[in-house]
């Protein structure tokens, strides 16, 4: 990988890792399909006007059916299960579970034949796997209804960001990271917008919280979003979506710190599983003359 690469990897772990923090107030103050929906409209609009501002001309001309497509999965799917999920089962598995991505992911390149999995690759995923396992701890919680359907609803969110990353891949590799982001947050607000009559906002939020969901949507969802995709383009879905191993630790980490929540020592070999699994996946510095190739995407 190249340095850049690797910079935009650092960054989207870290702040998606602190994402969850911030999600969890937007939650509480704007509901879960308030907060999806705010979220995705506003973080539209600033790559718009960001546009605008920077005099960037925007091509949509692969049409409005592809990047409806990754609206409804990377965005409103994807943000509706997790805004679901995590008041109800908590940061700390809600991030275990997004830590699924790569391997869902994996699943999809391979069927549609947008990458070839290296054995090296694959090691990287199964022990990234076998790291969430132990990173969960087999917590004695209660199996209640609503944790059953917030572990579902965090599962469901993370097949959907595999499914929405590599339709991406596949259909708008060409298209700019710019345009893909602001029509995706764009199609996915959009698409949740009439499921506030079901779940409206449940009470007038504080000046605090706007300033919380600025920051969600500004910078956790249009600014990593732009970077994601181009990591995505760059390096290929899989190795990108492989962030989710990292942004997993840092959310348990923020979990443990700023929230009380417990992390045991055996969790702790969990989480450096988990980060050498995203070096056997990602192998930012291969052998010399070592050449990563992927086969053209199936058009």
Request: hydrophobic share 60%.
């Amino acid at each position: 990988m190249k340095p850049r690469d690797i910079a935009s990897y650092i960054f989207l772990a870290i702040t998606w890792g602190l994402s969850f923090l911030v999600l969890l107030k937007v939650v509480h103050a704007f509901g879960w399909i308030g907060a999806v929906t705010l979220r995705s409209l506003i973080a539209g609009i600033t790559l718009l006007l960001l546009a605008a501002a920077t005099r960037r001309k925007l091509d949509f001309s692969a049409g409005w059916r592809p990047f409806a497509v990754v609206g409804a999965t990377t965005v409103a799917a994807q943000l509706i299960g997790l805004s679901y999920a995590t008041p109800r089962i908590g940061t700390a598995m809600a991030a275990i579970l997004v830590a699924a991505i790569p391997l869902f992911s994996m699943i999809l390149s391979q069927m549609w034949g947008l990458e070839r999995i290296t054995v090296r690759g694959l090691t990287g995923l199964l022990l990234g796997a076998a790291g969430i396992v132990v990173l969960v701890g087999f917590p004695s919680v209660p199996v209640t209804t609503s944790f059953a359907l917030g572990c579902a609803a965090s599962l469901l969110s993370s097949f959907s960001a595999a499914f929405g990353s590599n339709y991406a891949n596949r259909h708008l590799r060409a298209v700019g990271s710019l345009e893909v982001t602001s029509a995706a947050f764009l199609f996915g607000g959009l698409m949740t917008l009439p499921l506030l009559l079901a779940v409206p906002v449940p009470a007038m939020p504080r000046a605090i919280d706007f300033l919380y969901l600025g920051i969600l949507a500004c910078v956790m969802s249009a600014m990593t979003y732009v970077v994601y995709f181009r990591l995505v383009a760059s390096i290929g879905a899989t190795r990108a979506i492989s962030v989710e191993f990292a942004v997993t630790v840092i959310a348990v980490l923020v979990g443990t710190v700023m929230l009380g929540e417990s992390l045991t020592i055996v969790q702790g070999f969990g989480a450096v599983a988990i980060i050498g699994g995203c070096i056997l996946v990602l192998d930012p510095f291969p052998r010399q003359g070592k050449a990563i190739s992927l086969p053209s995407p199936a058009n």
